[in-house]
């Protein structure tokens, strides 16, 4: 008798296990990108005056009813043989003070000199882009500290 509670107990599990699995990876994780209040564009500038290295030029589109006053961006950089750039922290995190409006794009030239050990010759390229957290001129904020919403 025993065992067959227990046997109940396990499938009770793994059914609500499997049932949760369901529905997080069902329809509802495959709108949530689309429900995102931004759009997010970015390119390595090798060829830039303002920088020894390189910048990057990111694009950014509110696509929220809100007027954005503040965004925070998240990136990775990668050498030729994709290693990271830097070896002090893996990611690079800018905030821009910025106000946006309503279904309008901003353009930023964001210098990453500073993550770099040395002037190297390389070819570098970008990933994992994404916004972590956004503030609205209403006071109220926006958060994706992981990028879970944006992958």
Do not use: H, R
Not at 29 to 39: A, F, T, W
Not at 63 to 91: A, M, P, Q, R
């Amino acid at each position: 008798m025993q065992n067959k509670v227990k046997k109940m107990d396990n499938l009770f599990c793994v059914s609500l296990f499997a049932l949760f699995f369901l529905i997080y990876f069902s329809g509802c994780k495959s709108n949530e990108k689309q429900g995102l209040p931004y759009m997010i564009d970015g390119k390595i500038d090798m060829k830039n005056e303002n920088s020894t290295v390189c910048s990057v030029e990111l694009n950014f589109y509110n696509k929220s009813e809100k007027i954005v006053n503040e965004f925070t961006v998240v990136f990775y950089i990668f050498d030729s043989e994709g290693e990271l750039i830097s070896s002090n922290k893996n990611n690079i995190v800018f905030s821009i003070k910025q106000n946006i409006s309503s279904n309008e794009s901003y353009e930023c030239l964001v210098n990453v000199d500073d993550y770099f050990s040395s002037n190297q010759d390389d070819e570098y390229f970008l990933d994992y882009l994404y916004v972590s957290q956004i503030k609205y001129s209403d006071g109220s904020e926006w958060q994706d500290s992981f990028g879970l919403k944006a992958f």
